[in-house]
């Protein structure tokens, strides 16, 4: 099971009513998928590094922050911390780019059979 957290800050009046919906749901998740804007709002503070181990520690089996410009931090079955740049592009609108994010995430997991609750022990068994 995988969770786009897609927070809208704009429309959410209780921040800690959607800090304790988010534990909720992300309980139930595999992969959970986030921007760096997300978790600032709903963590300020708080380095990304420590709210993925904490969703690791919690059940969660990959964390993945997209960071704009910066790329991309990704927190491995194994507990390893691995970053991936961004390929610089001129930026014409952004809806829809967290989506096709989690989209081209979810299908290579699915081509490298590391989806699931113990991706790390299928991976590339294909």
Same mark, same amino acid.
């Given at each position: 099971m995988s969770i786009d957290l897609n927070l809208r800050p704009?429309? +959410?009046?209780?921040v800690a009513a959607e800090r304790a919906?988010? %534990?909720?749901? +992300?309980?139930? $998740?595999h992969i959970v998928k $986030?921007? !760096?804007?997300?978790?600032?709002?709903l963590y300020p503070g708080v380095p990304v590094e420590e709210i993925l181990?904490?969703?690791q520690a919690g059940g969660v089996t990959c964390g993945v922050v997209t960071q704009g410009g910066?790329?991309? =931090?990704? =927190? $491995?079955? !194994?507990?390893? =911390?691995?970053?991936?740049? %961004?390929v610089p592009i001129q930026v014409r609108d952004t809806v829809g780019a967290g989506d096709a994010f989690t989209g081209g995430m979810l299908a290579t997991l699915a081509e490298i059979d590391a989806l699931g !609750?113990?991706? $790390?022990?299928? %991976?590339?068994?294909k």
């Open positions: 704009s429309i +959410i009046d209780d919906r988010v %534990a909720r749901q +992300i309980r139930l $998740a $986030a921007s !760096d804007e997300d978790l600032g709002w181990m904490g969703w910066d790329g991309v =931090l990704f =927190l $491995a079955p !194994d507990g390893s =911390l691995h970053h991936r740049p %961004a !609750d113990q991706p $790390a022990s299928r %991976a590339g068994r």
